[in-house]
Every structure is written in structure tokens, then in C-alpha cells.
């Protein structure tokens, strides 16, 4: 399987890329990573974030020391243009259908784990609100069977990068909060309790990322009874 999925790939290229990722955040961004010694020193690691922004893969790139690769959609509805909107072919990151089961991607992120390697996912699927959604259904079992550990991820402030504006005396504040490493998880049920035990484990995924975010982004984790039923309206997977 690692021949079919090896790790790492097209290095030379990507170094290029998080070059050109670096002088653009350094241009357009004030960026703030909070709980840098939450990082684990070496994979296999299985990273999970909200998804605010379409650009929320190039802030990984960027801060993360690792050899990423990520699991993504095959549109990008949210990029203001076909350059960037191309940004992911350019990585090579392993396509996923929206709202369908992939067994390839399922069998890529076996073999990043097996290689100890690190992948990065956006459980929620998309980008169309900014607030917190729920993990599609094929995470938590990605997360299971994979046996992989999870490092949350939070990331404030990229939905409002866009368009990007110059400035050096005003410049987008993001912030990047690393929480602690967690899991793995086991399914040992069938049926109704696999279902649930799956449906508990994108529910604890998705908990561990609202804590890393301001109290109006955590959507359906809120504490405010108000701010989830705000949250609800955009809570539905719109592909």
C-alpha cells in the first residue's frame, strides 16, 4: 500500500510552495501560534481543524514543521480564483468526493499512518459558514480504523483575509491554537453501536476543536443556547 500512497511526496515542489506560503502570510497576516509545545515531535499524527477559510491548508503549511498531506474535496467554491482555487493540485492533495464514501481516501490515510506519516483533514467537509459544523460521517471511522492519533487544530481569523489587503501597520491578525494530542479510538460494536460509537467520536473530535476557538466560532459546541440554534441554520452539508 505505501507504494501506491508514499510519504513524503513531491518535496522539492512543496518547499517551493511553503516558501511563497511564507512570504505571503508575512505580507498580509499577523499570525499568532498558541500552544506550539503541544506538537508532537513525530507522527504518525492525524490533524483535525475547522474550516473557515479555503486557504485554512495553506496556514498548516505554513506553521506546521512537517511534511503535510491532506485529504480534500474536488471543488473549491470558496476560492476568489482558478490560481488559487488550483492551489491543491499544485500540493497534491488526495481528492475525496463530496458526500460520497472513498475507499481511496481511506486507503491513503491507512498508508500516511503506516509510514508515520502526518495528515491533515477538515472534518466538516467544506467551507460555507464560520462557525462550527459537524465531522462528515467518514472521519470518525477514518480516525478508527486508522488507529491514529489526533492533534486539534483551531484557526481564528483567515475568513477575514479575503480580499487580501497591503498594509504594515494593518495587517489580518490569525491566530492558531494547538490543543493537546488525543485518542486513538477503537470501534468494538456493530450495528446501532458501531453507528453510535462513531457518531461519539466525530462528536469528541468536533468538541476538542470548538475548545480551541472564541465562544461565538464553536457553533453547535457553544455554551450559549442561542449561538447553537444560530448554528443549526448552517449546520446541513450543502453538497
Known amino acids: 500500500m505505501s507504494e501506491e500512497f508514499p510519504y513524503p511526496r513531491f518535496q522539492i515542489r512543496r518547499r517551493i510552495l511553503k516558501l511563497i506560503d511564507a512570504l505571503l502570510f508575512r505580507i498580509f497576516a499577523q499570525v499568532e501560534i498558541i500552544g506550539k509545545e503541544n506538537l508532537p515531535a513525530k507522527g504518525p499524527i492525524m490533524v483535525v481543524a475547522n474550516h473557515f477559510s479555503f486557504a485554512d491548508p495553506s496556514l498548516l503549511i505554513h506553521l506546521l514543521p512537517w511534511h503535510l498531506e491532506f485529504l480534500a474535496g474536488t471543488n473549491h467554491p470558496g476560492a476568489p480564483n482558478k490560481i488559487i482555487g488550483n492551489m491543491p493540485k499544485l500540493w497534491g492533495v488526495y481528492k475525496v468526493h463530496r458526500g460520497t464514501s472513498s475507499r481511496y481516501a481511506f486507503k491513503a490515510a491507512s ?23 459537524p465531522a462528515r460521517p467518514g472521519v470518525p471511522l477514518m480516525a478508527a480504523t486508522s488507529k491514529a492519533t ?66 461565538e466560532k464553536r457553533g453547535l459546541w457553544a455554551d450559549d443556547p442561542k449561538l447553537v440554534e444560530e448554528a443549526k441554520a448552517v449546520s446541513e452539508f450543502p453538497w
Not at 500516511?112 to 459558514?129: R, Y
Not at 453510535?196 to 466525530?202: E, V
Open 111 to 133: 498508508a500516511i499512518m503506516e509510514q508515520g506519516g502526518i495528515l491533515g483533514i477538515f472534518p466538516e467537509g467544506g467551507v460555507w459558514a464560520t462557525v462550527l459544523r
Open 150 to 215: 489526533l492533534l486539534p487544530i483551531g484557526i481564528d481569523g483567515m475568513d477575514n483575509m479575503f480580499p487580501l489587503k497591503f498594509s504594515l501597520f494593518k495587517r489580518t491578525k490569525v491566530t492558531i491554537r494547538v490543543g493537546k494530542p488525543f485518542g486513538p479510538y477503537e470501534v468494538t460494536g456493530r450495528g446501532k453501536e458501531r453507528r453510535q460509537q462513531l457518531d461519539d467520536i466525530g462528536d469528541e473530535i468536533m468538541q476538542k476543536i470548538a475548545e480551541l476557538l472564541p465562544p
